[in-house]
C-alpha cells in the first residue's frame, strides 16, 4: 500500500505565540525529522500543512511572515507540496485529499503541533476518507488548555483516537518495523 507522511502546522507561528514556552516538546523539529528522513527513505510521499487565517492580523495571517516552517526542520524537497489550509483538519480547504487519490496512496501517517487540534482532526477526517492512519504520538505536541497539562491533552488523544480512528506508533517503532 503506498503511503504519505503529513506533517501538519510545524511552523513559526506557533513559536511567535507567548504560549510556546509552556508547549510540551519545544524541541518537536527533531522527532519531526527522522520521521521526514524514515519516509524519504521508504520512498513515502512528504506532505508539508501549514495553517494560515489570512487577514486575521495574528501569528497565523501569512502577512505578518510567520507562517514557514519551522527553521530548523528540513525543508521539503522538489515534489512535496506544502499546503495551506485555513480549517483546523488539513483536508477540507487543501486538495489533500485529490492529491492522495491520484498518487493512490491508502496509508496516512500524521504528525505536527496541537495534538488534539489540527493533527487529531486530520486523523479522524482521514480514517473517515478510508484511510489507514498512523497517528505518531512522540512527534507531534501541543501546550495546556486551561486546567489540563499539556502532557494529560497528549494521552487523552491517544486513547480517544486508539484502533477507533488510528493506530498509534512511535518514530522509532516505525523505523523499527521498516527496517
Known sequence: MKRALIVIDVQESFRARPLWDRIADPHIAEPVNRLVR???DNGDQVIWVLHTEPGSGGVFD???GHVRLLEELEQPLPG???LHKTSHNAFTTTNLQQRLTA????ELWVCGIRTEQCVETTARVGSDLGYDVVFVADATTT?????????????RTKAVLRDRFARIATVAELAASEA
Open 38 to 40: 524514515l519516509a524519504r
Open 62 to 64: 501569512p502577512a505578518l
Open 80 to 82: 512535496e507540496p506544502v
Open 103 to 106: 498518487a493512490g496512496i491508502g
Open 143 to 155: 501546550d495546556p488548555i486551561g486546567d489540563l497539562g499539556a502532557e494529560a491533552i497528549i494521552e
